[in-house]
């Protein structure tokens, strides 16, 4: 499982860059990628998408984040074509698994560029929830926007497939017109 870890908590070692070719890295997908993130928090929204309503939870987020002035909480987000797994990064604990089916829209915020944010449908009700994490970096921000995008598209040629797959097996057979009626 590949790890993409904070890159201002480490030593500067290579092997806590993004790799050039990370987003060509289907299998890495399949089997998640892991994000170290900070939590920033949730609130409820009206819509399930838009760069402007993403953009003003980012900020009622960051404002009470800022105004409850505790430490935030540091999260491991795992990202795969089955959705985002949000764990505690201290105790392994899981917090969440929210079902890619269940995101409607995801956003590096260009206001906070090291924010990451999410909208997702409650599984406990029909609200829909803005989730926003503190990234290390504005590139780790966009890090993992891209491996969301990348996660809805896998999962939709999954989707696709099994669709292609029911046709193929609710088909009639196939009935040789060439052959001859009469012989």
Known sequence: ?????????????????????????RE??????????????????????????????????VATAKASGKKLQKVTLKVSPRGIILS??????????????????????????????YIAQSQHNENLECHAFLCGKKKMAQAVTLTVAQAFKVAFEFWQASKEGEC???????????????K
């Not at 070692?13 to 070719?21: F, I, R």
């Not at 609130?43 to 993403?54: A, D």
Request: charged share 25%; net charge negative; proline share 7%.
């Open 88 to 117: 505690d990064s201290i105790t392994s604990e899981p917090i969440e698994n929210i079902s890619i089916y269940r995101i409607s829209y995801c956003t590096a915020d260009k206001v906070h560029d090291k924010v990451f944010a």
């Open 168 to 182: 193929m097996d609710s088909s009639p057979p196939l009935v040789d017109i060439s052959a001859d009626p009469d």
């Open 1 to 25: 499982m590949k790890t993409l870890v904070d890159p201002q908590k480490h030593s500067g070692n290579e092997t806590d860059k993004l790799p050039e070719n990370w987003t060509d890295t």
């Open 28 to 61: 890495t997908l399949l089997e998640g990628m892991l994000f170290n993130l900070k939590y920033l928090g949730m609130t409820l929204v009206e819509q399930p998408k838009g760069e402007e309503l993403s953009a003003a939870a980012v900020k009622r987020i």
